[in-house]
Antibody
Framework: QVQLVESGGGVVKPGGSLRLSCVASGFTFTDGYMSWIRQAPGKGLEWFAD????????YYADSVKGRFTISRDNAKKSVDLEMNSLRVEDTAVYYC??????????WGQGTMVTVSS | HSALTQPASMSGSPGQSITISCTGT?????????VSWYQQHPGKAPRFIIY???KRPSGVSDRFSGSKSGNTASLTISGLQPEDEADYHC??????????FGGGTRLTVL
């Protein structure tokens, strides 16, 4: 069955950096876009980064542009998220997801990132 | 894009039907037939239950249905069951590769 397994979450101070990883299995990894979506405690979902199957097309939400970098390795069936200049408001559960144009079909279990001094 | 607007909470009794609204703008919900809905139980990842306004993925109960009128999309759950108690999130394509979600609706089955 489809599995997306995230890792790399933790506690970091404001201004710090963290790298999240996601490994996929159970579907054709190169078929479509991969996304990162987050959910702050008690809040709704926020899409913020996408990468195309080739890695050549990348989209970011304004809230993370210039601070976060998404990348993928099709040979390893993995997608990474490098997060720099972290802010308190980046505290959230981060989900790796497989996306078609208008919907997110598969979700990982999420990894918690806490930004706190 | 601002988040789509959903009621924060709703409730219903077993067997009843409820409809959750999701209001956007003519830059997202009103401009694309690409509205999706997700069910999320506490502490769990979201699960997608509706895509392209009113299509159900394989394995999703036909008690869940979707619709759209103008800038507002809706999710209707008929014959409420205790296991439907969850958070429900709407989502719309917003152009330029971006997605925008609603704030989520907490559904309580009384």
């Amino acid at each position: 069955q489809v599995q997306l397994v995230e890792s790399g979450g933790g506690v970091v101070k404001p201004g710090g950096s963290l790298r999240l990883s996601c490994v996929a299995s159970g579907f054709t990894f190169t078929d479509g876009y991969m996304s990162w979506i987050r959910q702050a405690p008690g809040k709704g979902l926020e899409w913020f980064a996408d990468i195309s199957s080739s890695g050549r097309t990348i989209y970011y939400a304004d809230s993370v542009k210039g601070r976060f970098t998404i990348s993928r390795d099709n040979a390893k069936k993995s997608v990474d998220l490098e997060m720099n200049s972290l802010r308190v408001e980046d505290t959230a559960v981060y989900y790796c997801a497989s996306r078609s144009l208008g919907y997110v079909a598969y979700w990982g279990q999420g990894t918690m990132v806490t930004v706190s001094s | 894009h601002s988040a789509l607007t959903q009621p924060a909470s709703m409730s219903g009794s077993p067997g009843q039907s409820i409809t959750i609204s999701c209001t956007g703008t003519n830059s997202d919900v009103g401009n694309y037939n690409l509205v999706s809905w997700y069910q999320q139980h506490p502490g769990k990842a979201p699960r997608f239950i509706i895509y392209e306004i009113n299509k159900r993925p394989s394995g999703v109960s036909d008690r869940f249905s979707g619709s759209k009128s103008g800038n507002t999309a809706s999710l209707t759950i008929s014959g409420l069951q205790p296991e439907d108690e969850a958070d429900y999130h709407c989502c719309s394509y917003a152009g330029g590769g971006t997605l925008v979600f609603g704030g989520g609706t907490r559904l309580t089955v009384l």
